[in-house]
């Protein structure tokens, strides 16, 4: 995965096919989930602080601020 944008559309569309087959993970989930797999080592630091979305239907743009500012650089 070599850009931010790619990463949140591979998010999008594995978010969007889990809810057409009755999924029920919440987008926030479905985002760590594969932060975790794709960088994480952003997924640690971001995972527990108050910004962290796991618990969230959405990602606020606090989020996407922090996480593309580390992107390239881990």
């Known amino acids: 995965m070599s850009t931010y944008n790619e990463?949140?559309?591979m998010?999008?569309?594995y978010y969007e096919r889990q809810l057409?087959?009755?999924g029920d993970l919440r987008y926030?989930?479905?985002y760590m989930?594969?932060?975790w797999d794709v960088k994480?080592?952003?997924a640690?630091?971001?995972n527990g602080s108050l910004l962290d979305p796991f618990y969230r239907d959405n990602c606020p743009p606090k989020v996407h601020e922090f996480v593309e500012q580390l992107w390239s650089s881990e």
Request: aromatic share 4%.
């Open 33 to 35: 989930n594969h932060l």
């Open 20 to 22: 057409v087959e009755g």
């Open 28 to 30: 926030g989930q479905m």
């Open 44 to 46: 640690e630091k971001l």
């Open 40 to 42: 994480p080592r952003i």
């Open 11 to 13: 998010v999008s569309i």
């Open 7 to 9: 990463f949140l559309a």
